[in-house]
Protein backbone atom coordinates (compact mmCIF):
# COMPACT_ATOMS: atom_id res chain seq x y z
CA UNK A 1 0.00 0.00 0.00
CA UNK A 2 1.32 3.25 -0.46
CA UNK A 3 1.19 6.58 0.71
CA UNK A 4 -0.77 8.26 -1.94
CA UNK A 5 -3.20 4.80 -1.79
CA UNK A 6 -3.91 5.60 1.68
CA UNK A 7 -3.99 9.55 1.18
CA UNK A 8 -6.99 8.79 -1.21
CA UNK A 9 -8.84 6.67 0.83
CA UNK A 10 -8.90 9.46 3.50
CA UNK A 11 -10.14 11.69 1.21
CA UNK A 12 -13.12 9.56 0.05
CA UNK A 13 -14.10 8.76 3.43
CA UNK A 14 -14.11 12.21 4.80
CA UNK A 15 -16.40 12.83 1.56
CA UNK A 16 -18.61 10.48 2.30
CA UNK A 17 -19.46 11.68 5.74
CA UNK A 18 -19.92 14.79 4.62
CA UNK A 19 -22.54 13.96 2.02
CA UNK A 20 -24.08 11.73 4.61
CA UNK A 21 -24.45 14.52 6.84
CA UNK A 22 -24.92 17.85 4.67
CA UNK A 23 -28.79 17.32 4.72
CA UNK A 24 -29.39 17.25 7.91
CA UNK A 25 -30.12 20.19 10.41
CA UNK A 26 -28.27 20.92 13.90
CA UNK A 27 -30.90 19.52 15.71
CA UNK A 28 -31.21 16.32 13.74
CA UNK A 29 -27.04 15.58 14.07
CA UNK A 30 -27.22 16.26 18.35
CA UNK A 31 -30.51 14.37 18.74
CA UNK A 32 -30.24 10.69 20.20
CA UNK A 33 -32.53 8.60 18.37
CA UNK A 34 -32.15 5.10 19.19
CA UNK A 35 -30.65 3.73 22.84
CA UNK A 36 -28.47 1.65 19.93
CA UNK A 37 -26.99 4.42 17.98
CA UNK A 38 -25.05 7.72 19.24
CA UNK A 39 -26.58 11.00 18.26
CA UNK A 40 -24.56 11.68 14.60
CA UNK A 41 -22.60 14.62 16.01
CA UNK A 42 -20.61 12.04 18.32
CA UNK A 43 -19.73 9.55 15.86
CA UNK A 44 -18.31 12.58 13.58
CA UNK A 45 -16.53 13.88 16.58
CA UNK A 46 -15.27 10.27 17.20
CA UNK A 47 -13.96 10.16 13.28
CA UNK A 48 -11.82 13.16 14.47
CA UNK A 49 -10.85 11.95 17.81
CA UNK A 50 -9.94 8.62 16.30
CA UNK A 51 -7.60 10.13 13.75
CA UNK A 52 -6.38 12.33 16.25
CA UNK A 53 -5.40 9.39 18.93
CA UNK A 54 -3.78 6.99 15.96
CA UNK A 55 -2.18 9.22 13.84
CA UNK A 56 -1.67 12.31 15.37
CA UNK A 57 -0.69 11.66 18.98
CA UNK A 58 0.38 8.09 18.83
CA UNK A 59 2.28 7.65 15.33
CA UNK A 60 3.45 11.02 15.32
CA UNK A 61 3.83 11.88 18.90
CA UNK A 62 1.87 15.05 19.24
CA UNK A 63 0.06 16.41 22.18
CA UNK A 64 -3.53 15.73 22.95
CA UNK A 65 -5.86 18.67 21.23
CA UNK A 66 -7.93 18.24 24.84
CA UNK A 67 -7.88 16.13 27.70
CA UNK A 68 -11.80 15.30 27.35
CA UNK A 69 -12.05 13.88 24.31
CA UNK A 70 -10.47 10.44 25.91
CA UNK A 71 -13.25 9.99 28.23
CA UNK A 72 -16.70 11.62 25.91
CA UNK A 73 -14.91 10.45 22.40
CA UNK A 74 -13.09 6.66 23.70
CA UNK A 75 -16.11 4.11 22.09
CA UNK A 76 -15.60 1.88 25.66
CA UNK A 77 -15.88 5.14 27.95
CA UNK A 78 -19.80 5.22 27.45
CA UNK A 79 -22.39 3.39 26.08
CA UNK A 80 -24.26 5.02 23.05
CA UNK A 81 -27.68 5.38 24.56
CA UNK A 82 -25.79 7.69 27.17
CA UNK A 83 -23.67 9.52 24.46
CA UNK A 84 -26.74 12.43 24.41
CA UNK A 85 -26.35 13.03 27.72
CA UNK A 86 -22.57 13.93 27.92
CA UNK A 87 -20.91 17.58 27.21
CA UNK A 88 -20.14 16.71 23.59
CA UNK A 89 -19.08 18.81 20.85
CA UNK A 90 -21.28 21.08 18.65
CA UNK A 91 -22.30 20.04 15.21
CA UNK A 92 -20.35 23.52 14.40
CA UNK A 93 -17.27 22.50 17.31
CA UNK A 94 -16.93 18.80 15.63
CA UNK A 95 -16.50 19.90 12.34
CA UNK A 96 -14.00 22.50 13.09
CA UNK A 97 -12.50 20.01 15.26
CA UNK A 98 -12.33 17.13 12.37
CA UNK A 99 -11.07 19.55 10.07
CA UNK A 100 -7.82 20.80 11.87
CA UNK A 101 -7.23 16.59 13.25
CA UNK A 102 -7.34 16.27 9.24
CA UNK A 103 -5.03 19.22 8.47
CA UNK A 104 -2.47 18.46 10.57
CA UNK A 105 -2.98 14.57 9.32
CA UNK A 106 -2.42 15.39 5.37
CA UNK A 107 0.82 17.73 6.38
CA UNK A 108 2.48 15.01 8.30
CA UNK A 109 1.29 12.41 5.82
CA UNK A 110 4.49 11.46 4.41
CA UNK A 111 5.68 10.28 7.50
CA UNK A 112 2.65 8.00 9.07
CA UNK A 113 2.89 4.31 8.47
CA UNK A 114 0.19 3.94 5.60
CA UNK A 115 -1.41 0.67 6.97
CA UNK A 116 -2.34 3.04 9.87
CA UNK A 117 -3.65 5.66 7.65
CA UNK A 118 -5.66 3.21 5.89
CA UNK A 119 -6.73 1.78 9.14
CA UNK A 120 -8.72 5.44 10.05
CA UNK A 121 -9.74 5.63 6.38
CA UNK A 122 -12.02 2.36 6.52
CA UNK A 123 -12.91 3.21 10.34
CA UNK A 124 -14.13 6.55 8.84
CA UNK A 125 -15.92 4.97 6.36
CA UNK A 126 -17.18 2.14 8.48
CA UNK A 127 -19.11 4.87 10.70
CA UNK A 128 -20.54 6.32 7.50
CA UNK A 129 -22.71 2.80 7.87
CA UNK A 130 -23.11 3.31 11.41
CA UNK A 131 -24.29 6.85 10.90
CA UNK A 132 -26.82 5.36 8.00
CA UNK A 133 -28.33 2.93 9.92
CA UNK A 134 -29.21 5.99 12.62
CA UNK A 135 -30.21 7.83 10.00
CA UNK A 136 -32.61 4.82 8.73
CA UNK A 137 -33.79 4.44 12.33
CA UNK A 138 -35.23 8.08 12.22
CA UNK A 139 -36.44 8.08 8.84
CA UNK A 140 -33.82 10.78 8.02
CA UNK A 141 -32.66 11.24 4.34
CA UNK A 142 -30.79 7.90 3.22
CA UNK A 143 -26.85 8.73 1.17
CA UNK A 144 -27.37 7.77 -2.48
CA UNK A 145 -27.93 5.11 -3.87
CA UNK A 146 -30.71 5.02 -1.17
CA UNK A 147 -31.95 1.49 -0.71
CA UNK A 148 -30.49 -1.91 -2.14
CA UNK A 149 -30.46 -3.77 -5.68
CA UNK A 150 -33.42 -5.86 -6.62
CA UNK A 151 -33.02 -9.42 -6.51
CA UNK A 152 -32.90 -10.97 -9.55
CA UNK A 153 -31.40 -14.79 -9.03
CA UNK A 154 -32.18 -17.59 -8.20
CA UNK A 155 -30.89 -21.26 -7.78
CA UNK A 156 -28.02 -22.06 -6.45
CA UNK A 157 -24.50 -22.87 -6.66
CA UNK A 158 -22.83 -26.43 -6.00
CA UNK A 159 -19.43 -25.85 -3.93
CA UNK A 160 -17.69 -28.98 -4.19
CA UNK A 161 -15.67 -30.60 -1.41
CA UNK A 162 -12.44 -29.37 -1.01
CA UNK A 163 -9.55 -27.03 0.97
CA UNK A 164 -9.24 -23.54 0.39
CA UNK A 165 -7.51 -20.36 2.25
CA UNK A 166 -9.71 -18.49 4.82
CA UNK A 167 -8.42 -15.22 5.61
CA UNK A 168 -6.11 -12.88 4.38
CA UNK A 169 -3.20 -10.70 5.26
CA UNK A 170 -3.34 -7.81 2.59
CA UNK A 171 -2.27 -4.91 3.87
CA UNK A 172 -5.95 -3.58 4.18
CA UNK A 173 -7.03 -6.06 6.60
CA UNK A 174 -7.58 -5.94 10.23
CA UNK A 175 -6.19 -7.84 12.70
CA UNK A 176 -9.27 -10.38 12.68
CA UNK A 177 -9.00 -11.58 8.90
CA UNK A 178 -5.30 -12.81 9.41
CA UNK A 179 -3.31 -15.06 9.39
CA UNK A 180 -4.77 -17.02 6.07
CA UNK A 181 -4.92 -20.61 6.54
CA UNK A 182 -6.09 -23.55 4.72
CA UNK A 183 -9.61 -24.87 5.81
CA UNK A 184 -11.30 -28.46 4.69
CA UNK A 185 -14.58 -28.21 3.83
CA UNK A 186 -17.29 -30.92 2.58
CA UNK A 187 -19.46 -29.51 -0.64
CA UNK A 188 -22.44 -27.45 -0.18
CA UNK A 189 -24.89 -25.35 -1.98
CA UNK A 190 -25.27 -22.07 -1.56
CA UNK A 191 -28.12 -19.66 -3.49
CA UNK A 192 -27.06 -17.72 -5.81
CA UNK A 193 -29.60 -15.00 -4.50
CA UNK A 194 -30.43 -13.23 -1.32
CA UNK A 195 -34.16 -13.64 0.56
CA UNK A 196 -36.20 -10.69 -0.85
CA UNK A 197 -38.93 -8.89 1.22
CA UNK A 198 -41.79 -10.81 -0.53
CA UNK A 199 -40.34 -13.88 0.80
CA UNK A 200 -40.08 -13.02 3.88
CA UNK A 201 -43.28 -11.97 3.92
CA UNK A 202 -44.55 -15.22 2.77
CA UNK A 203 -42.75 -16.43 5.82
CA UNK A 204 -43.50 -14.04 8.26
CA UNK A 205 -47.45 -14.33 7.60
CA UNK A 206 -46.89 -18.36 7.69
CA UNK A 207 -44.69 -18.30 11.34
CA UNK A 208 -46.72 -15.09 12.62
CA UNK A 209 -44.00 -12.97 13.07
CA UNK A 210 -43.49 -9.04 12.71
CA UNK A 211 -41.94 -8.42 9.15
CA UNK A 212 -39.40 -5.36 9.36
CA UNK A 213 -40.44 -2.10 9.09
CA UNK A 214 -39.53 -0.51 5.89
CA UNK A 215 -40.12 -4.14 3.51
CA UNK A 216 -42.65 -2.55 0.74
CA UNK A 217 -40.47 -3.06 -2.22
CA UNK A 218 -40.95 -7.02 -2.74
CA UNK A 219 -38.05 -7.31 -5.02
CA UNK A 220 -35.56 -5.90 -2.75
CA UNK A 221 -33.66 -8.26 -0.54
CA UNK A 222 -35.18 -8.07 3.11
CA UNK A 223 -33.22 -6.24 5.44
CA UNK A 224 -32.98 -5.72 9.45
CA UNK A 225 -33.91 -8.79 10.17
CA UNK A 226 -31.76 -10.43 13.43
CA UNK A 227 -30.03 -13.08 13.25
CA UNK A 228 -32.65 -15.74 14.88
CA UNK A 229 -34.93 -14.42 12.32
CA UNK A 230 -32.73 -15.37 9.31
CA UNK A 231 -32.10 -18.52 11.32
CA UNK A 232 -35.76 -19.18 11.82
CA UNK A 233 -36.66 -18.14 8.02
CA UNK A 234 -33.63 -21.11 6.25
CA UNK A 235 -35.15 -23.53 8.74
CA UNK A 236 -38.44 -22.53 7.37
CA UNK A 237 -37.49 -22.57 3.89
CA UNK A 238 -35.71 -26.01 4.25
CA UNK A 239 -32.03 -24.73 4.66
CA UNK A 240 -29.69 -23.21 6.73
CA UNK A 241 -27.35 -20.15 7.27
CA UNK A 242 -24.05 -20.81 5.56
CA UNK A 243 -21.11 -20.77 8.34
CA UNK A 244 -18.17 -18.82 8.28
CA UNK A 245 -15.76 -20.35 6.16
CA UNK A 246 -18.78 -21.43 3.43
CA UNK A 247 -19.52 -18.24 2.44
CA UNK A 248 -16.18 -16.86 1.92
CA UNK A 249 -14.97 -20.12 0.00
CA UNK A 250 -18.14 -19.92 -2.07
CA UNK A 251 -17.57 -15.75 -2.81
CA UNK A 252 -13.38 -16.47 -3.20
CA UNK A 253 -14.31 -20.03 -5.72
CA UNK A 254 -17.62 -18.46 -7.20
CA UNK A 255 -18.38 -14.74 -6.54
CA UNK A 256 -19.44 -14.18 -10.19
CA UNK A 257 -22.21 -16.29 -9.66
CA UNK A 258 -23.59 -15.05 -6.19
CA UNK A 259 -25.81 -11.98 -6.96
CA UNK A 260 -24.95 -9.00 -5.13
CA UNK A 261 -22.44 -11.17 -2.64
CA UNK A 262 -20.66 -7.77 -1.84
CA UNK A 263 -22.79 -4.60 -1.41
CA UNK A 264 -26.90 -5.16 -1.44
CA UNK A 265 -27.46 -6.68 2.63
CA UNK A 266 -24.69 -7.89 5.18
CA UNK A 267 -25.50 -11.58 5.13
CA UNK A 268 -25.79 -13.19 8.83
CA UNK A 269 -23.86 -16.64 8.88
CA UNK A 270 -23.94 -19.93 11.68
CA UNK A 271 -20.85 -18.39 13.07
CA UNK A 272 -19.68 -17.24 16.17
CA UNK A 273 -17.51 -14.45 15.95
CA UNK A 274 -13.45 -16.34 16.89
CA UNK A 275 -9.97 -15.67 16.30
CA UNK A 276 -7.94 -17.53 13.76
CA UNK A 277 -4.91 -19.79 14.05
CA UNK A 278 -2.05 -17.25 15.12
CA UNK A 279 -4.50 -14.40 15.76
CA UNK A 280 -2.58 -11.11 17.27
CA UNK A 281 -4.38 -8.13 18.30
CA UNK A 282 -3.66 -5.49 16.06
CA UNK A 283 -3.65 -2.33 16.72
CA UNK A 284 -6.15 -2.49 20.22
CA UNK A 285 -7.33 -5.46 21.52
CA UNK A 286 -10.67 -3.38 21.52
CA UNK A 287 -11.08 -3.70 17.89
CA UNK A 288 -12.00 -7.37 18.02
CA UNK A 289 -10.35 -9.77 20.48
CA UNK A 290 -12.89 -8.29 23.44
CA UNK A 291 -15.97 -9.64 21.26
CA UNK A 292 -14.48 -12.97 20.72
CA UNK A 293 -16.51 -15.88 22.22
CA UNK A 294 -20.34 -16.90 21.77
CA UNK A 295 -22.04 -13.73 22.49
CA UNK A 296 -22.11 -12.65 18.55
CA UNK A 297 -22.94 -14.33 15.04
CA UNK A 298 -20.54 -13.38 12.29
CA UNK A 299 -22.14 -10.98 9.49
CA UNK A 300 -20.65 -11.29 5.54
CA UNK A 301 -20.68 -9.53 2.64
CA UNK A 302 -21.53 -5.92 3.45
CA UNK A 303 -24.79 -3.77 2.41
CA UNK A 304 -25.19 -0.72 -0.23
CA UNK A 305 -24.50 0.81 2.27
CA UNK A 306 -21.16 -0.51 2.67
CA UNK A 307 -17.71 1.54 0.71
CA UNK A 308 -15.91 -1.29 -1.20
CA UNK A 309 -12.51 -0.55 0.73
CA UNK A 310 -14.50 -2.50 3.60
CA UNK A 311 -16.66 -4.65 2.30
CA UNK A 312 -13.99 -7.11 0.52
CA UNK A 313 -14.33 -11.15 0.75
CA UNK A 314 -12.58 -11.56 4.06
CA UNK A 315 -14.53 -8.56 6.04
CA UNK A 316 -15.54 -10.01 9.04
CA UNK A 317 -18.83 -8.20 10.79
CA UNK A 318 -20.62 -9.27 14.05
CA UNK A 319 -23.71 -8.44 15.98
CA UNK A 320 -25.48 -9.77 19.04
CA UNK A 321 -27.88 -12.11 17.62
CA UNK A 322 -31.03 -9.81 18.44
CA UNK A 323 -30.05 -7.21 17.08
CA UNK A 324 -31.82 -5.63 13.61
CA UNK A 325 -30.63 -1.81 13.06
CA UNK A 326 -27.81 -2.83 10.73
CA UNK A 327 -28.76 -3.79 7.22
CA UNK A 328 -28.62 -7.11 7.61
CA UNK A 329 -30.09 -9.96 5.17
CA UNK A 330 -30.12 -13.57 4.53
CA UNK A 331 -28.62 -15.74 2.35
CA UNK A 332 -29.41 -19.52 2.93
CA UNK A 333 -27.44 -22.46 2.13
CA UNK A 334 -27.57 -26.37 2.27
CA UNK A 335 -25.84 -29.67 2.50
CA UNK A 336 -24.91 -31.13 -0.71
FE1 LIG B 1 -15.24 3.94 16.16
Redesign the pocket.
Known amino acids: MSPTEAAAALGHARERTEALLAPLSDDQLTQQYSSLQSPLVWDLA??GY?EELWLLRRAAGREAVSQDYDDLYD?FAHARAERGDLPILSPARARAYVGEVREAVLELLPELPPERVAMVAQ?EL??GE?MAQTLALADLPQPAPHGPPEVEASGEVLIPAGEFVLGSDDPWTYDNERLPHPVELPAFRIDRALVTNAEYAEFAADEGVEPPPSSGTPREPVLHVSFDEAEAYARWAGKRLPTEPEWEKAVKLAGDELEHARGAAWQWTASFFGAYPGFRAFPYAEYSKVFFGEDYRVLRGGSWVTDPLVARPTFRNWDLPQRRQIFSGIRCASDA
Do not use: L, N
Open positions: HIFSHQHT
